[in-house]
């Protein structure tokens, strides 16, 4: 299986369970935001919109989009 079939499957099943890839992606985020200096959030943030995008779920509706902290 090559890689375009691996993303075509992911997105098929992201398609499938939306709710939980999104929340699987938030707690992501998170603990990532977590365990690095302030600084990087925004780029954590950048990152989590283009893996929503990616998995068809459209990008900036996690939390946290303006890297508050």
Same mark, same amino acid.
């Given at each position: 299986?090559?890689?375009?079939?691996?993303?075509?499957?992911?997105?098929?099943?992201?398609?499938?369970?939306?709710?939980? #890839? %999104?929340? &699987?992606? !938030? @707690? =992501?985020? $998170? *603990?990532?935001?977590?365990?690095?200096?302030?600084?990087?959030? +925004?780029? #954590? %943030?950048? &990152?989590? !919109? @283009? =893996?929503? $995008? *990616?998995?068809?779920?459209?990008?900036?509706?996690?939390?946290? +989009?303006?890297?508050?902290?």
């Amino acid at each position: 299986m090559g890689f375009d079939d691996a993303l075509n499957k992911a997105k098929d099943l992201a398609g499938e369970n939306s709710d939980k #890839v %999104d929340q &699987g992606i !938030d @707690a =992501a985020t $998170e *603990q990532i935001k977590e365990r690095t200096p302030d600084s990087v959030d +925004e780029h #954590v %943030d950048s &990152g989590a !919109d @283009a =893996a929503r $995008e *990616q998995f068809g779920l459209g990008g900036g509706e996690g939390e946290g +989009e303006e890297g508050g902290n």
